[in-house]
């Protein structure tokens, strides 16, 4: 799972990657912004796993990890002026979910401090950056099917193309962001190439001053009307993520913070991706794994490795809490709580899987 950070400049991009992932990238309060994007791997740390390695005893104990991309600030206007053609909006394209950044706090370098119209803003380029993507594409089709040639997908391909460019031009012309629209499954599969940044999941990172931090629930209110949001003091996150665990949680402590601001991103990631977690159990190793929420066990065999996809016969299954609850998967199944389940099994979050398979 990959996230990526947007926002304007300066709105603390880099301080807040920097107190996620415990990097130190560069933070300043001058220079352009072109820096290049920052990237780090964070675990996510599971309670669960740790539960399990206690009565699995494995040789390790394997967590599943978000990706973090600190890209650029977007500048008013890129989109009308094509930067997001460069290679950092590229990069934008291949992200899971955005967390838009937006400042709310000031400096001695500067005082602006506009959440909420730096949301409009960041909205607006988006679309912006989206329309120009699908007009360009539909001029292309629309001179394909004139031609009469139809492509890889013959007439009907292009026709059906055609169609959903016009649904997605007509929805961002009236500023409509992708995600809000409805597609059927073909659809999804032609807006899927396109990597449509209004069709990503998005959630909303406040970024306030320390101390204005836990009291800004009137914008927080307007922007959870459409997104999954938090409040992060940016830069106190950064210096507390720069102390050794122990200072760091006496810290928290003397502040009233209760999870980390990595802790808290995770969760709101899982929420706004739709995210559950599933693990597998073993002398080797103990695992967390990650499916999309409505997933088949079919789809977890695939997670875990296509050839028990490819191979899958059927998944024996049990559910943390029961085992938590039992104390041993021996108890499970004599509590009846063990079973051999298809490849269309809806998988739960917390069920433990063991796929059987042949090749
Ligand atoms: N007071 C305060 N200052 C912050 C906070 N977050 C960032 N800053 C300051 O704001 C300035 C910009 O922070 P960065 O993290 O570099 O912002 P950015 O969004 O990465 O900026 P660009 O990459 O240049 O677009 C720096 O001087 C930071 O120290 C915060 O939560 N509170
Ligand atoms: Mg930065």
């Not at 996230?3 to 309060?29: M, Q, R, Y």
């Not at 409040?231 to 006496?250: N, P, V, Y």
Request: hydrophobic share 45%; proline share 2%.
């Amino acid at each position: 799972m990959r996230i990526g950070f947007i926002g304007l400049p300066k709105s603390g991009k880099t301080t807040l990657f920097n107190a996620l992932t415990g990097s130190s990238a560069t933070v300043s309060a001058f220079a352009t912004g072109r820096l290049g994007p920052n990237l780090a791997s964070v675990k996510v740390s599971d309670e669960r796993v740790e539960k399990l390695a206690v009565i699995y005893k494995p040789q390790r104990q394997v967590y599943p990890a978000i990706d973090i991309v600190d890209l650029a600030g977007i500048n008013e206007g890129d989109g009308r002026a094509d930067a997001f053609s460069g290679d950092l909006m590229k990069l934008a394209r291949t992200v899971d979910a955005l967390a838009i950044v937006l400042r709310n706090f000031q400096t001695e370098a500067s005082s602006w401090q506009v959440p909420l119209e730096d949301l409009k803003k960041i909205e607006q380029e988006l679309l912006l950056a989206d329309l120009i993507i699908a007009e360009k594409r539909l001029e292309k089709v629309e001179a394909g099917l004139k031609k009469g040639s139809g492509g890889s997908g013959g007439a009907s391909g292009l026709k059906a193309e055609q169609q959903v460019l016009k649904i997605v031009v007509e929805a961002l012309n009236e500023g409509r962001p992708l995600r809000e629209l409805e597609f059927d499954e073909n659809q999804k599969l032609i807006t899927r190439c396109f990597q449509f940044l209004t069709q990503k999941p998005a959630m909303v990172i406040l970024n306030s001053g320390e101390a204005s931090t836990g009291k800004n629930q009137d914008v927080l209110q307007v922007v959870s009307q459409r997104y999954r949001s938090v409040e992060f003091a940016g830069q106190l996150e950064m210096e507390l993520s720069q102390l050794d665990i122990e200072s760091a949680r006496a810290f928290m402590e003397d502040l009233g913070i209760k999870e980390s601001a990595r802790d808290r991103l995770i969760a709101l990631a899982y929420e706004a991706l739709g995210y559950i977690s599933f693990f597998t159990v073993g002398p080797d190793e103990v695992r967390a794994w990650n499916i999309k929420r409505g997933a088949t066990a079919l789809e977890a065999a695939a997670a875990i490795h296509t050839d028990l996809a490819r191979g899958f016969i059927a998944a024996e299954c049990f559910n943390y809490d029961d085992l938590i609850v039992a104390g041993s998967d021996k108890e499970v199944r004599s509590h009846g709580q063990f079973k051999l389940v298809g490849k269309d099994y809806m998988v739960r979050d917390g069920d433990i899987l063991s796929i059987r398979f042949h090749i």
